[in-house]
């Protein structure tokens, strides 16, 4: 009987080790996984920012980046880092100060472009680095008056 209660004490402790090794490589690995998801997901996220155009409107800005000399890569009505890189490449060759050409849509890029869009007649509601309502506008507005349809 003694015998008998030991082993169910010793099998007892063996499972609840068991069960603990476990569940602490379980957490670790369901840690693990979502770190891993969240930087694809913000990738995905900021890879094509349009700023309110449809792919047709988006194509057009293409067309007249290139158009003006600057690569936008593919036109596929995707803004995506390639096609930003094109026109952070224009403002700063045009002297609207878009800052370093690195195909992100932050605020100095949406500056550079407020400060063109106004420089060519647009009213973007001011220049500060935010693309509100207004800057949209004006950005679809010269989609389709400022961009040549290609």
Known sequence: MTSNTLTKALLGTLT???LSIGTLAGATT??????????????TIQAVNNLGLTTTEAKSVQCYVRDAGFSPGVIDGQLGSNSWKAWQRFLNDRGFNAGTVDGVVGPNTIRGLQRFLTY????TGGIDGIAGTKTRAAWKAFSYLGGGWC
């Open 16 to 18: 609840a080790a068991a």
């Open 120 to 123: 060519i007649g647009y009213d």
């Open 30 to 43: 369901a840690t693990a996984a979502p770190a891993q998801q969240v930087p694809t997901q913000t990738v």
